[in-house]
C-alpha cells in the first residue's frame, strides 16, 4: 500500500516535476550556448560607478484585512449580515527602470522607480437563510448554510518608488546569487475622490518593506537577473468612513502584500 502510495503521488505531480525539469534544461542549454560556465564576458561591467537599466514584472497582490471587534459582537446590527470577508491573491504587472550606484564590487544601492497595475478582488461572504444552493450549482449563489458571496474589485494603478540595498555573491564565470532588500514608498494616479467609488475605500499612499533574492547572468551585450521579490505594507490605508455602511464596522485596517517576479535587464 506504501508503494502504491508514493507512485500516486509521483503520478499527480508529474506534470509539475516535468515543467521544473524543462526550465532546468532550458537555463542550462541557455547558460552553455551563451558560455556562462565557459569564457568570461565583459558585458554589464560591474566597474561603473553608476550604472542604469530597465525592468519588466508580473506580481500577485491581495489585501491583508483583519476584522474589527464590531465583527465580533452578535449585538451589532450593522453588519451581522456579513459571514466572512475573503481577499484573493489577483495577478498584475508593471515596468520601471533601474539606477545602480557602486557602493563595492559586492555591495550596491538601487533605486528603482515604476508603475504598477494593481486589482485587488475580496469576496465577501453574506448570511442569507432565504439564499439555498441547488444541485450543480456554484457556491457564488449560496449553499446548504444559507449565504451568498459577492466579490468586490478595486483596480490601481499606482507610482512605486523602491530604495534598495543589494548584496552580492563573487562573480562565478558568469553568474553571480544575490539578495535584495529596503523600503518603498508608493502613490495612487486616481484622485481620492475617484477612489471613493470604490467598494472597498482605501487611501492612495503607502510605504512598503520589500525583500528578495535573484541571479545575474552575464551574456555577450548585456546582464540579465530573473528576481523573485516580496513585499508588504506597513500603512493602514483602510477608509472606514468612505466604505459602504454594509461593510464598514466588520474591517479594522487592510494593509497591502504582493509577490513579484522580476526580469531586471542591465
Not at 153 to 171: D, G, I
Request: proline share 4%; hydrophobic share 35%; no cysteine.
Amino acid at each position: 500500500m506504501q508503494t502504491s502510495h508514493i507512485r500516486n503521488q509521483l503520478y499527480l505531480r508529474r506534470s509539475k516535476v516535468g515543467f521544473l525539469i524543462f526550465v532546468f534544461f532550458g537555463f542550462s542549454s541557455l547558460g552553455f550556448s551563451q558560455g556562462l560556465f565557459g569564457l568570461t564576458s565583459t558585458a554589464g561591467s560591474d566597474d561603473k560607478f553608476i550604472s542604469y537599466g530597465f525592468f519588466l514584472a508580473g506580481h500577485t497582490a491581495t489585501y491583508q484585512i483583519k476584522y474589527s471587534e464590531a465583527f465580533f459582537d452578535p449585538t451589532n446590527t450593522a453588519n451581522n449580515r456579513i459571514y466572512s470577508i475573503f481577499p484573493k491573491y489577483t495577478p498584475g504587472f508593471s515596468l520601471g527602470f533601474i539606477g545602480i550606484l557602486r557602493f563595492h564590487d559586492q555591495v550596491n544601492l538601487l533605486f528603482t522607480p515604476k508603475i504598477s497595475f494593481y486589482e485587488y478582488r475580496t469576496d465577501i461572504n453574506y448570511f442569507d437563510p432565504q439564499t439555498t444552493n441547488v444541485p450543480g450549482n456554484d457556491n457564488t449563489t449560496g449553499n446548504n448554510l444559507g449565504y451568498r458571496t459577492e466579490e468586490l474589485v478595486n483596480e490601481a494603478t499606482m507610482v512605486e518608488l523602491p530604495l534598495l540595498f543589494k548584496y552580492r555573491s563573487q562573480r562565478f564565470n558568469n553568474t553571480r546569487m544575490y539578495f535584495i532588500g529596503g523600503g518603498s514608498y508608493q502613490f495612487r494616479t486616481k484622485s481620492q475622490d475617484e477612489a471613493n467609488l470604490d467598494p472597498i475605500v482605501t487611501r492612495g499612499q503607502d510605504f512598503t518593506v520589500e525583500m528578495g533574492m535573484g541571479f545575474e547572468i552575464y551574456f555577450k551585450f548585456f546582464k540579465f537577473a530573473p528576481e523573485i521579490r516580496f513585499s508588504h505594507g506597513l500603512n493602514n490605508i483602510y477608509y472606514a468612513e468612505k466604505t459602504p455602511a454594509e461593510i464598514r464596522d466588520a474591517i479594522s485596517s487592510i494593509k497591502r502584500k504582493g509577490i513579484t517576479i522580476y526580469l531586471n535587464f542591465q
